[in-house]
């Protein structure tokens, strides 16, 4: 768990490391003044007179009041105030889920989220603040994911004429995973349009069956959802990264290259997610760094933001992979610097197995080989590290629910989804 130093060479969702008076604080923040408005409400009604004697009850300070959502919280009310902390993503997690169960909205994720970013989270979201462009916000938040997003790993992946945001779970996320989901779409849509004056054609996939009533969703998010995909994913047309926003001349280069080192310098000390790392070390399994890939990952294999601008698209996509290493556990724990054993139980922590997570990244792979570089069967079962195209069918159907034809018949089919939808 350590690598020769005092700090941790990840963090789970045990781990303190989300600094109270940040996002967490601003859910807080958020929640006092619901608590405010909601006794404005009560003093306003005839009855609350009645009940005093011809008197208004008397008001709960703001503090009180606080202190009162937060019994059996664990939390204390000092955290948002004079003596702040570190919370846990576990915390942050039973904060947020405190938040929606006495809120009780539709759109509480969504209004929550709206506040995340770039937020007043110190240097790393200065930055995010003074951004040039969407791409380099981008290529930030995933830098400082630790400190912009702990509870979801962000992945900007390029590829051809799109830009995806790909999403996965830095820590385990249980049932509270689509809260979770809508709050960080949220963040970066409302981002988006705050710092660049505009709202952005979005293409939102989610890897759970759509709600009853998809009002809010469209609302905060768009109307162009899909739901029952393999993946939770923000879609764009590549171009749309590079388009400078408004205020990017009102910050010279040296001011957002100040920025970035300081977010840089303030979040160096700060682990990455356990998981992030876990995909991290598969994904480099899977298809290695080589002579033959110059572009390493196939996922990062055109992304990359330099300065303020985003590599060109490279004229000859890099070669399909060949056969990468192994993926075992025992291969991941020494990679990790932990044993075997430590490692399944940190996963099982997590709600999750090994198997899970590498059944995830072999699908991601699969379904990008097939939208992006139009591989057929043998490449991509060879790509994974499948002996043979039966087993790896076999499996793909076991990730998906559908056969690899099937799903490369609507890949090809007039008006695909940006990404592969479950069957049904």
């Not at 280069?253 to 310098?265: C, I, L, T, W």
């Not at 996509?317 to 993926?327: F, I, M, S, T």
């Not at 076991?398 to 008006?415: E, F, N, Y």
């Given at each position: 768990?350590?690598?020769?130093?005092?700090?941790?060479?990840?963090?789970?969702?045990?781990?303190?490391?989300?600094?109270?008076?940040?996002?967490?604080?601003?859910v807080?923040?958020?929640?006092a003044?619901?608590?405010?408005?909601?006794?404005?409400?009560?003093?306003?009604?005839?009855?609350?007179?009645?009940?005093?004697?011809g008197?208004?009850?008397?008001?709960?300070?703001?503090d009180?009041?606080?202190?009162?959502?937060?019994?059996?919280?664990?939390?204390?009310?000092?955290?948002?105030?004079?003596?702040?902390?570190?919370?846990?993503?576990?915390?942050?997690?039973?904060?947020?889920?405190?938040?929606?169960?006495?809120?009780?909205?539709?759109?509480?994720?969504?209004?929550?989220?709206?506040?995340?970013?770039?937020?007043?989270?110190?240097?790393?979201?200065?930055?995010?603040?003074?951004?040039?462009?969407?791409?380099?916000?981008?290529?930030?938040?995933?830098?400082?994911?630790?400190?912009?997003?702990?509870?979801?790993?962000?992945?900007?992946?390029?590829?051809?004429?799109?830009?995806?945001?790909?999403?996965?779970?830095?820590?385990?996320?249980?049932?509270?995973?689509?809260?979770?989901?809508?709050?960080?779409?949220?963040?970066?849509?409302?981002?988006?349009?705050?710092?660049?004056?505009?709202?952005?054609p979005?293409?939102l996939?989610?890897?759970?069956?759509?709600?009853?009533?998809?009002?809010?969703?469209?609302?905060?998010?768009?109307?162009?959802?899909?739901?029952g995909?393999?993946v939770?994913?923000?879609?764009?047309?590549?171009?749309?990264?590079?388009?400078?926003w408004?205020?990017?001349?009102?910050?010279?280069?040296?001011?957002?290259?100040?920025?970035?080192?300081?977010?840089?310098?303030?979040t160096a000390?700060?682990?990455?997610?356990l998981?992030?790392?876990?995909?991290?070390?598969?994904?480099?399994?899977?298809?290695?760094r080589?002579?033959?890939s110059?572009?390493?990952?196939?996922?990062?294999?055109?992304?990359g933001?330099?300065?303020?601008?985003?590599?060109?698209?490279?004229a000859?996509?890099?070669?399909?992979?060949?056969?990468?290493?192994?993926?075992?556990?025992e291969?991941?724990?020494?990679?990790?610097?932990?044993?075997?054993?430590t490692?399944?139980?940190?996963?099982?922590?997590?709600?999750?197995?090994?198997?899970?997570?590498?059944?995830?990244?072999?699908?991601h792979?699969?379904?990008?080989?097939?939208?992006y570089?139009?591989?057929?069967?043998?490449?991509?079962?060879?790509?994974?590290?499948?002996?043979?195209?039966?087993?790896?069918?076999?499996?793909?159907k076991?990730?998906?629910?559908?056969?690899?034809?099937?799903?490369?018949?609507?890949?090809?089919?007039?008006?695909?989804a940006?990404?592969?939808?479950?069957?049904?």
């Open positions: 768990m350590f690598t020769g130093s005092t700090r941790p060479a990840w963090y789970d969702a045990g781990t303190p490391l989300i600094p109270s008076l940040h996002q967490p604080a601003l807080a923040e958020h929640m003044a619901h608590l405010d408005d909601h006794l404005d409400e009560h003093l306003d009604d005839p009855r609350a007179w009645q009940a005093g004697g008197m208004p009850a008397c008001r709960t300070p703001p009180a009041a606080l202190a009162a959502w937060l019994a059996g919280s664990g939390l204390a009310p000092e955290l948002f105030g004079p003596r702040p902390g570190l919370l846990s993503p576990a915390q942050w997690l039973a904060l947020l889920a405190r938040a929606e169960r006495s809120l009780a909205a539709p759109d509480t994720a969504f209004e929550l989220g709206r506040m995340l970013l770039p937020g007043h989270h110190g240097a790393a979201s200065q930055a995010l603040a003074q951004a040039a462009h969407l791409g380099e916000a981008l290529h930030l938040l995933q830098q400082h994911a630790a400190r912009l997003s702990p509870l979801l790993t962000p992945r900007l992946v390029l590829a051809g004429p799109e830009a995806v945001l790909l999403w996965t779970d830095a820590v385990g996320l249980g049932a509270q995973r689509g809260f979770v989901v809508d709050l960080m779409m949220a963040a970066v849509v409302g981002m988006a349009q705050w710092l660049g004056g505009e709202r952005l979005w293409r996939c989610f890897n759970r069956v759509a709600p009853r009533r998809i009002e809010q969703h469209q609302a905060y998010l768009g109307s162009a959802l899909r739901f995909c393999h939770d994913a923000m879609i764009l047309p590549r171009e749309l990264l590079q388009r400078r408004p205020a990017a001349g009102q910050v010279g280069a040296a001011a957002r290259r100040a920025a970035r080192h300081a977010a840089d310098a303030e000390a700060l682990p990455r997610s998981l992030a790392l876990l995909h991290e070390h598969l994904h480099q399994q899977l298809w290695p080589g002579p033959a110059a572009h390493g990952n196939p996922m990062d294999e055109m992304s933001l330099p300065g303020d601008g985003l590599n060109p698209a490279p000859v996509p890099a070669p399909l992979p060949a056969p990468g290493q192994p993926c075992t556990l291969h991941a724990a020494a990679a990790l610097g932990t044993s075997p054993a490692l399944k139980r940190r996963l099982a922590a997590e709600g999750t197995h090994f198997q899970a997570e590498l059944d995830q990244v072999r699908s792979l699969a379904l990008y080989l097939y939208r570089r139009g591989a057929d069967n043998a490449q991509v079962a060879q790509a994974l590290g499948f002996a043979d195209v039966p087993n790896f069918r076999r499996s793909f076991r990730w998906t629910g559908l056969t690899p034809q099937s799903l490369r018949t609507g890949l090809i089919s007039p008006g695909p940006p990404w592969p939808a479950a069957a049904g």
